[in-house]
Nanobody, 115 residues
Framework: VQLQASGGGLVQAGGSLRLSCAAS????????MGWYRQAPGKQRDLVAA???????NYADSAKGRFTISRDNARNTVYLQMNNLKPEDTAVYYC??????????WGQGTQVTVSS
C-alpha cells in the first residue's frame, strides 16, 4: 500500500486546513486509516483514526476541532482541521493498517500555525 498525503501549509492561528491522503496499491487489505503528527523533538502521536466502517477515534487535543473522514470509493482519508493553534504545528503523517503488511506510512506533510 502506498499513501500520498497533501494539503499541509502555513496558516494563522484560528484558521483551517484540510489534509488528504490517497491510498493506492493493495487497497483491499486496508482496515483502519489515521493521521499522526510529529513535532520537532517529540514522538509521533495519533491525531485521529477511522475504521473502514466509519467509526472514529480522536486524541483529546483534536476533539471538537478536527474531523476525520474517509471515502472508501476514492481510497482517500481526510482530516479537516479547524481553529488551528500554534501547538498543532507538526509534520502530519497518514497511516493505513493493512491485513498483510501491518502499518503503512505516507510521506508526511508540514502544517505550520503562526500565532
Amino acid at each position: 500500500v502506498q499513501l500520498q498525503a497533501s494539503g499541509g501549509g502555513l496558516v494563522q492561528a484560528g484558521g483551517s486546513l484540510r489534509l488528504s491522503c490517497a491510498a493506492s496499491g493493495n487497497i483491499f487489505t486496508i482496515n483502519d486509516m489515521g493521521w499522526y503528527r510529529q513535532a520537532p523533538g517529540k514522538q509521533r502521536d495519533l491525531v485521529a483514526a477511522i475504521t473502514r466502517g466509519g467509526r472514529t477515534n480522536y486524541a483529546d487535543s483534536a476533539k471538537g476541532r478536527f474531523t476525520i473522514s474517509r471515502d472508501n470509493a476514492r481510497n482517500t482519508v481526510y482530516l479537516q482541521m479547524n481553529n488551528l493553534k500554534p501547538e498543532d504545528t507538526a509534520v502530519y503523517y497518514c497511516a493505513a493498517e493493512t491485513i498483510v503488511a501491518g502499518r503503512s506510512w505516507g510521506q508526511g506533510t508540514q502544517v505550520t500555525v503562526s500565532s
